[in-house]
């Protein structure tokens, strides 16, 4: 096959990608994971994420089965659709468990806040301090600052809250990927005739819906980087989530039983 012949499939494998990236339970659920975040740059991330944790599963998945040249069979899809439709039920909880805690996100700057940054040797409020040293016989000081306990206390627990938000729209992005295995699959078994250009396809069509979520949740997360500087609007985007997560949860899952 031409480099030309090749181009067309491949194009078509990145443009499909990119539509990939806004099917409606994709974007609800990463919508419970943008909503969480009052910075920008932490929101815009989530799609990569969620891209990197789908592309695994979809290429390893989906890979084996073009290797194989088997399908999915219909029983163990439509299992992966109502475990999609299960997560987004839970992601769904979890957001408006945020909303009753009243919690939107948790960050470094966020928690430390309402505390002083320097503390004194168990003085929590003084900021910088002196120790006095003697050399030669010459009593001086050394003027230096502790951070408080609370600080370091929220720097950790902004730490954690980081690495969580890998996990999950990593994990969540897995799902998805493992849920969309059986038509992606089935596409590229139809239309590639060799393997190379088979997984070719597959990595392209990655490579297209990580730039297409990625692109889209940097378009959402900048409205709710907005919103959240307000409660109100904190607490409306986190109801509004978890309800929408939940109700679209159980329609997929009808669905999939239903198709």
Do not use: K, N
């Not at 099917?23 to 799609?47: C, K, N, Q, S, Y």
């Not at 999950?168 to 038509?183: D, E, I, M, Q």
């Amino acid at each position: 096959m031409s480099i030309d012949v090749l181009t067309a499939p491949l194009l078509l494998g990145f443009v499909l990608g990119l539509q990939h990236a806004t099917d409606p339970d994709h974007l609800v659920a990463v919508a419970t994971i943008v909503t969480r975040e009052r910075r920008f740059a932490t929101g815009a991330v989530v799609g990569t994420l969620w891209a990197v944790g789908h592309m695994t599963t979809l290429g390893a998945v989906g890979g084996a089965l073009v290797i194989l040249g088997v399908s999915l069979p219909a029983r163990t899809a439509v299992g992966a659709e109502l475990v999609v439709a299960a997560m987004l039920v839970l992601l769904g909880v979890l957001r408006l468990r945020d909303a009753a805690r009243g919690v939107s996100s948790v960050g470094v700057e966020h928690l430390a806040s309402d505390h002083d940054h320097g503390a004194d040797h168990g003085h929590r409020h003084a900021r910088v301090h002196s120790h006095p040293h003697v050399h030669g016989g010459h009593q001086h000081g050394h003027p230096h600052v502790h951070p408080s306990r609370d600080l370091l206390l929220a720097m950790g627990a902004g730490a954690v809250c980081h690495r969580r938000l890998a996990w999950r729209a990593t994990l969540v992005g897995a799902v998805h990927g493992l849920a969309g295995t059986a038509a992606v699959s089935l596409l590229v078994m139809t239309t590639m005739r060799t393997l190379t250009q088979a997984m070719l396809y597959l990595v392209v069509f990655g490579v297209g819906t990580m730039a297409g979520m990625t692109a889209l949740t940097a378009a959402m997360a900048y409205p709710v980087a907005l919103a959240s500087r307000f409660r109100r609007a904190r607490a409306a985007l986190a109801v509004g989530a978890g309800i929408a997560s939940i109700a679209f949860g159980i329609v997929y899952a009808v669905s999939a039983l239903s198709g």
